[in-house]
């Protein structure tokens, strides 16, 4: 298991004192004329993104509202164009890292965990399937209908399978040769990816959409998947008779499209940062995952995961048939659950952080890039929770629903976002924790003299804490404790039960579930388009959030 | 005239002393637990000032949406209830540094600069008198409408002053007692102040769409400004004759309200940036003002802002016209204006930047978080100019106008998107660099042998250098230049052309022409609340865009 700092420097380290030679600089440093060429770089490439992201919003907006001027089909040429390019940027930077082997000396372990890239290829998977689906859709109304919407599909796939490829090998790169150009490559795939975001947000909230709108692109507004297709007013028919299937079928794939540009944006945003690091390799711990000791909370954790689990199966069940008040009582249960598993969660996460106040471990003082950003992924990705949880209290405090079903969904909202908050902050004061058992392993007690002395000094400074429970075995291995023992398993059991508590929480919207749309309120008290694009906004970062809380918490667990 | 870093010590070096050993600390440091400590006050605050921020967001929409549940009276509570808190905090805040000298003992001197505070007063004043205007126009509505209309004026008309009044005197604080409490009331501050400008924004969008919505709050949604007002369907009348007047002045002060909102909430963020900061003292330069040598670039700018107001009046005084015939040539006018400025600007920061490149000047190593947080400011407030732009050339485009106008429109469009990415790159790259003549004044030169001395080790490293010009005086001050003397003045000449275009493109959006609306490509290619929703959103940060470039475009020139 790898924690925090980790870093696989690659090839010999005669090699890397060559490069740094070659570089000028010793490791760990830059001069400033490098510091201000990657200045200048870093600021071309974010003023490429920038611009590229303001058009695509640009072109996005116009082909909702004039659909007659700017078509799906421009916008897709726009999005066609501009995967073709980071494709090829792509494959020239693998070509080039792989001919070159000093092009990427240092490894950022910390970036590109496996978490992220094993939803990544999830997720990619389930857009590729989509792509497949819209392409066999299309096909059908080839006749009368622009090749486009089949090019793009096609190039799309085509783009999707390189960049999981690239973000699988490549994630943890911090490229060290052509720094400018990669930034910019990897500034154009970030944009990219994120425009992709937009434009599937876009016509996820236009499927959504029940009232039909005579003068937006017919076809996609109506919520009953209609065989007809495409904006030619309802002449275009399709021509196989498989093409209702298809449609119904990628429409529920969107989701992990959205989620996949997300992933991929976060993946790119970390890569561009990276460029031109030069790793500082003192920090290198290795931790152990070891559940020795540790019960209730997993004991309570995998209870949690159970009954969510069931009570997901029995939404998804009861929401597939027709009757009203099986639907109601399916939500019910639903918000039954999810307040009841935030509220343990928020309670739990209070003694965690309790428990940080009164230990006096020391804070980790060095300055951290990745956490610092990590840190910021989890801080941003929390707000479209939050997002949904106040757009929802809003309508059902100003609509007055005193019924059961909404005041579990009112307290539901408002304990998730208390429930968040805490986690936020048990997790930041956890990760800023100085490992237990540091320094205090392996290299001086390897020596029984070593360890003797070690325990004469040790003692008589243990023996005035009062509070401390000292352990001395003999041996190799010599756990030489910093705090009490019992706050230390407190928080290994709060942890792991924080984390399976958000596996729970993960699958379920990420698996489909929707009660923000299966419970009408939003949409009779928003706008149609407004609550589902709240929603589409929203929820991908919750998904994301829930799952970089579940790598964030196995950390603190391997830290504690 | 003060630069960069100047940094105003309060009180006497004894007492600054006093205080460093009292916070157990050397002046520039501090220790790892309270670095922990303003960790855990900066998270808080922010916690907080996000939860407001979308509950503010989900409130302003759904009194878009849902104006029957969520009344913009309801809105209003909440806005004043914020504004209340917000300004018993300040009223506190200001007591207790009133009462404890030490509550402030550093100030950042590059904090709320005087053109910040001197729009920040102008900006309050007019927001004052709307707010008088709406008293006065809701005065006559009292018997049948809610008291809150009143309320809400007399409330944000005090948070307005208090406000103006805490920025103006404290804006550069850096507040070292007490710092969670006053980060948590700065983010308050700043979340007050940006849910007042999400209200404006929407209230003025709203207004200035034209298409009467039967669903909405009718009265603020047509342009005409009927007598009627509220959201009583019409049925109540104002019961004295000034009403429409009131109303109709009222609408027209709306832009400087958002600005004000704008302006006072990047200095509450400044002002949270800088709470518990022990500014270093080393960097302590002062230029002077000298307009001695430089003569193009003035003449240019002052011959370039001279046209600008010419057009500027023609096109108000057309546009206030009904001949249709007149309004297009005054956009024409207008925007013919507008290339040409733009086009001469982009030369120059082009020009300007190219003899960056050729200047070997050292480049500032330090740190500086004052100027990091001034370029973020900077590139971030230009992204509004960008979404008006990109908006504006993708609807021209997508509607194939072929006419002179477009045309003209189109080039405007594009010209300026160019030129803030120019200028950007010229300002960032000036900012950076080393200023002329430091180090090199005064204080050596003050003893005649220093200076002899000094005359003979410069000159052989000078000689070496074949294209400087070394210039050498006798006498006090002795400006030893560091690269050659055309480049420094022709960089004068554009620092100082660039300025003065500035302030002409900051006047006319400022002083209301509103080109984007006049001409009607954007209402009729989107939605009209989508347009007027960009431009609103965009235009106020255009305008802070150009107030903050003429700034900086100042100490680059103060530097060179």
């Known amino acids: ?38 200045k200048r770089g870093s600021l071309l490439s974010g ?15 116009s082909s909702v509202f004039s659909p007659d001027a700017v078509s799906p089909v421009n916008v897709q ?7 073709l390019l980071t494709t090829a940027w792509m494959v020239y930077y693998m070509a080039y890292v792989a001919r070159l082997d000093k092009a990427v000396l240092y490894k950022d372990g910390h970036a590109g965990p496996v978490w992220l890239r094993g939803g990544l290829v999830l997720f990619g998977v389930c857009s590729l399937i989509m792509d497949v689906f819209k392409i066999a859709n299309y096909v059908g109304y080839m006749h009368c209908d622009s090749a486009v919407k089949i090019v793009f599909p096609a190039v799309q796939a085509l783009f999707i399978l390189v960049q999981t490829y690239l973000l699988w090998f490549h994630a943890k790169d911090c490229a060290q040769l052509q720094r400018n150009i990669t930034r910019c490559g990897l500034m154009l795939c970030l944009a990219s990816n994120l425009i992709v975001w937009m434009t599937a947000v876009t016509e996820e909230s236009q499927h959504q959409t029940v009232i039909p709108k005579s003068d937006h692109a017919a076809g996609d507004n109506n919520r009953v998947f209609p065989p007809v297709s495409g904006n030619k007013e309802g002449e275009c028919n399709c021509s196989h008779t498989a093409c209702s299937i298809f449609k119904e079928a990628y429409y529920y794939l969107y989701p992990f499209n959205i989620e996949y540009s997300l992933f991929a944006s976060a993946m790119a945003y970390v890569m561009w940062k990276n ?36 009570t997901f199966v029995i939404y998804e069940v009861d929401m ?6 099986k639907k109601e009582l399916a939500l019910k249960i639903h918000y039954l659950m999810n307040t009841v598993a935030v509220s343990l969660m928020s309670v739990a996460a209070l003694i965690g952080y309790a428990i940080y106040w009164l230990d006096k471990r020391d804070h980790v003082s060095e300055k951290n890039p990745t956490r610092s950003l990590d840190i910021g992924l989890l801080l ?119 984390l399976l508590c958000n596996v729970i929480l993960w699958i379920m919207p990420a698996f489909g579930a929707r009660p923000q749309f299966d419970n009408e309120l939003g949409f009779r008290f928003y706008d149609y388009s407004t609550w589902s694009a709240v929603v589409n906004i929203g929820l991908p970062f919750g998904i994301f959030y829930r799952m970089h809380s579940v790598a964030s918490l ?7």
């Open 1 to 38: 298991m790898t924690a925090a700092n980790e870093v696989m420097p690659i090839g010999a380290a005669g090699e890397k004192a060559q490069h740094a030679a070659r570089l000028a600089l010793p490791p760990g440093e830059a001069t400033a004329a490098q510091q201000q060429s990657s």
């Open 47 to 61: 003023v490429i993104c920038i611009n590229i992201l303001i058009l695509g919003c640009a072109m996005v907006c």
């Open 77 to 83: 040429i726009l999005l066609s164009v501009l995967l």
């Open 275 to 310: 460029v031109g690091r030069l790793v500082d390799q003192h920090a290198h711990h290795k931790h152990r995952f070891r559940l020795k000791g540790i019960l209730v909370g997993p004991v309570v954790g995998v209870a949690m995961l159970v009954a969510g689990l069931a």
């Open 320 to 325: 597939a048939m027709d009757d009203k008040e």
């Open 380 to 498: 941003g990705s929390s707000l479209g929770q939050f997002l949904i949880c106040y757009f929802n209290m809003v309508a059902i405090v100003a609509s007055s629903a005193t019924d059961v079903l909404n005041a579990l969904n009112l307290a539901c909202s408002l304990l998730t976002i208390i429930q968040i908050i805490l986690q936020n902050v048990f997790v930041i004061e956890g990760l800023h924790r100085e490992p237990f058992n540091e320094d205090h392993e392996g290299h001086v007690f390897a020596n029984p003299h070593a360890l003797h002395s070690n325990q004469e000094t040790h003692q008589p400074s243990t023996m005035r804490r009062s509070t401390s429970v000292v352990i001395i075995t003999t041996g190799m291995h010599v756990p030489v404790t910093l705090g009490p023992c019992w706050k230390r398993r407190l928080l290994k059991e709060i942890s792991i039960f924080l």
């Open 554 to 560: 196995f950390e603190v667990f391997l830290i504690t």
